[in-house]
């Protein structure tokens, strides 16, 4: 069964950088786009980045040229590093994959979704 555990998330100050991280653990050939969400308090979920197995990257206009999304696909794993950040980035963030593939033959499962970790902005 294939679980994405996220990490690193925390107390950061405004200005400060905080670095999320997510592994994919479980039977894995391959990964397509990986990516993260975040959802702030009565809010809804949103994009904040995602990043495909070749490495192409896509971002919120909120988050660009703060936030830097990574993978090492031999680890399974994601990141998100996370600079300059504002109060307005606090919310819980989530990790995501859109579609897997646990041998080379089989068929791709769909939609996998992390637990959250909670990155909070504060002074």
């Known amino acids: 069964q294939v679980q994405l555990v996220e990490s690193g998330g925390g107390l950061v100050q405004p200005g400060g950088s905080l670095r999320l991280s997510c592994a994919a653990s479980?039977?894995?050939?391959?990964?397509?786009?990986m990516g993260w969400f975040r959802q702030a308090p009565g809010k809804q979920r949103e994009l904040v980045a995602t990043i495909t197995s070749g490495g192409n990257t896509n971002y919120a206009d909120s988050v660009k040229g703060r936030f830097t999304i990574s993978r090492d696909n031999a680890k399974n794993t994601v990141y998100l590093q996370m600079n300059s950040p504002k109060p307005e980035d606090t919310a819980v963030y989530y990790c995501?994959?859109?579609?897997?593939?646990?041998?080379?033959?089989?068929?791709?499962?769909?939609?996998?979704w992390g637990q959250g970790t909670q990155v909070a902005v504060s002074s």
């Open positions: 995501y994959a859109d579609k897997i593939r646990i041998t080379w033959g089989s068929s791709w499962s769909y939609d996998y």
């Open positions: 479980g039977s894995i050939f391959s990964i397509n786009t």
